[in-house]
C-alpha cells in the first residue's frame, strides 16, 4: 500500500490553464492522487466520487490545521497565497463534531427556507435591473462583469447586511484572496482587512440590527448560543466568499455550456428541457468549485491500495469528481441536460460540511438564467471558447471575462 507523499506529484497549475485535462490527469492517477499545490505544499486529493463521498463523512479527517504535520513543523508559511481558505478562522468550515453542529445550527436558523425563498423577489428586481443595462443592439460585452458577478454580490450583501458601498473594495480583495498570485507581502493585509470590513459589519448591526443574517447570528449570540466575534466575523468572511464566487461561476459556465452545445441550449429555449436541468448539470460538468481545501488526517486512512497518513491533508477535486465515469456512466465527458439522475453530483460538498447556501445559488442561478435568455434569446459568445481564460484561481472555476453578443 502507498502511504507516502514523497511519490511522484501531479502539480497543480496556478494558472489553471487546461482545468479539464488537470481534472482527467487526477481521476487517472486513482481515487487518491498525490499532488502539489502552488507553493509547493504536498497534499493527497480525491479525485472519485464514490471515495470523495465516504471521505467527505469519514471523522478521523478533521478541519482543525493543528493536525496538519506540515503546519505543525513550521513548512506552511503566513504568506502562502492559499492560507486563507487552509485557515479561514474559526467558523463552520473549520471545526467538527458538537462544536460544528452549534455553529452550523445557528446558520441554518437564520438561512432558512423561508429567507431564501423571501429573497426570490429581490433577485428577481435585481435581475431584471442589470439586464435594463445590458445592451440589446449586438455589441460585444462582458457578461461576467457586467451580470454574473454583480447579482450574487448584491444578493449576498442583502443576506448578510453589508453595505453595498463596500462591495467596490470587496471585489478587489477577494479577488486577492483566492488568487495563487497575490504577491507574498500582500497576503497578510488582505487577510487583514477583509477581517477588518467584517468586523465593521458586524459592530454595526450590534448597534443597529436588521433584518439580515449577520443580525440574526448576533441575536443569538446574545440569547445565550455563545458565539464569539471571532465565530461571528468569520462566518461572515465564510458566508459572503462562498455565497457570491460559487454562483458567479455557475451563471458563466452555464452560459458557456450553452453556447457550446448550441442543441442543449435549444431544448431548454424550447420548453423540452428544464432550466432545472442546465443548473445541475452544469454543477456536474464544470462544477464552480474545482478544488476544496482542506481536511487533515488524524490516523492513517485507506483509500484503495493507497494511505493517507496521519497529518497528511486531503483535498477534494470536484472538478474530477463530476466526470467519473463509475457515478454518472460512460457518457459523463458529455454536457447532456437530458441525463438521467442529473442530481447525484456532490458539487455542493456531501456531509456535515455540505454547503449551507446552495439552495440560494440554485434560486439566484434558477432566476437569471431563464429571464437572461428570455430577454436575449440569442445571446451567444463573441470569443471562440478556447479564447476564454480561467483565473489563476486553484480552487474555482473562473473565467476573466466572458465576452458575449446579444444578437
Known amino acids: 500500500m502507498t502511504t507516502g507523499i514523497e511519490e511522484a506529484r501531479i502539480p497543480l497549475d496556478p494558472f489553471v490553464t487546461d482545468l479539464d485535462g488537470e481534472s482527467a490527469r487526477l481521476r487517472a492517477a486513482g481515487p487518491l492522487a498525490a499532488v502539489e499545490l502552488p507553493g509547493g505544499v504536498p497534499v493527497w486529493a480525491v479525485t472519485h466520487h464514490a471515495e470523495a463521498k465516504a471521505l467527505l463523512t469519514d471523522p478521523r479527517l478533521v478541519k482543525d490545521i493543528n493536525v496538519w504535520g506540515a503546519w505543525q513543523r513550521g513548512e506552511i508559511p503566513a504568506d502562502w ?46 435581475t431584471d435591473r442589470l439586464l435594463d443595462d445590458l445592451p440589446a443592439d449586438g455589441g460585444v460585452f462582458d457578461l461576467k462583469a457586467a451580470f454574473a458577478y454583480p447579482l450574487p454580490m448584491y444578493v449576498v450583501a442583502d ?42 459589519t458586524v459592530a454595526a448591526k450590534r448597534a443597529a440590527p436588521g433584518d439580515d443574517l449577520t443580525s440574526a447570528l448576533i441575536l443569538a449570540s446574545e440569547n445565550g448560543d455563545h458565539l464569539t466575534d471571532e465565530e461571528i466575523v468569520s462566518t461572515l468572511q465564510l458566508m459572503v466568499a462562498a455565497g457570491h464566487e460559487t454562483t458567479i461561476s455557475l451563471i458563466v459556465n452555464a452560459v458557456v455550456n450553452l453556447s457550446t452545445h448550441p442543441e442543449q441550449r435549444a431544448l431548454v429555449l424550447s420548453g423540452r428541457a428544464e432550466w432545472s436541468a442546465v443548473i445541475e448539470e452544469t454543477l456536474r460538468w464544470s462544477t464552480p468549485t474545482s478544488h476544496v481545501l482542506i481536511r487533515f488526517a488524524t490516523e492513517d486512512v485507506p483509500v484503495g491500495d493507497r494511505m493517507i497518513p496521519a497529518g497528511d491533508a486531503l483535498i477534494v477535486s470536484y472538478g474530477a469528481l463530476g466526470r467519473d465515469e463509475r457515478a454518472h456512466g460512460p457518457t459523463a465527458g458529455a454536457f447532456d441536460i437530458t441525463r438521467d439522475s442529473p442530481s447525484r453530483h456532490i458539487s455542493f460538498g456531501h456531509g456535515p460540511h455540505v454547503c449551507p447556501g446552495a439552495a440560494l445559488s440554485r434560486l439566484e442561478a434558477g432566476v437569471a438564467l431563464p429571464a437572461l435568455y428570455a430577454r436575449f434569446p440569442r445571446l451567444d459568445l463573441a470569443v471562440p471558447a478556447s479564447e476564454l481564460r480561467n483565473k489563476p484561481v486553484v480552487t474555482q472555476n473562473d473565467l476573466f471575462e466572458l465576452p458575449v453578443r446579444t444578437a
Open 81 to 126: 497565497p492559499l492560507i486563507g481558505l487552509a485557515n479561514p478562522g474559526r467558523s463552520m468550515l473549520t471545526v467538527d463534531g458538537a462544536e460544528h453542529r452549534r455553529l452550523r445550527t445557528l446558520v441554518a436558523q437564520a438561512l432558512t427556507v423561508r429567507r431564501v425563498e423571501h429573497m426570490r423577489g429581490r433577485i428577481t428586481e435585481l
Open 159 to 200: 443576506l448578510m447586511g453589508i453595505e453595498e458601498a463596500r462591495l467596490p473594495r470587496l471585489k478587489v480583495l477577494f479577488e486577492k484572496f483566492f488568487s495563487t498570485q497575490t504577491p507574498p507581502e500582500e497576503v497578510v493585509a488582505t487577510l487583514t482587512e477583509l477581517a477588518g470590513i467584517m468586523a465593521d
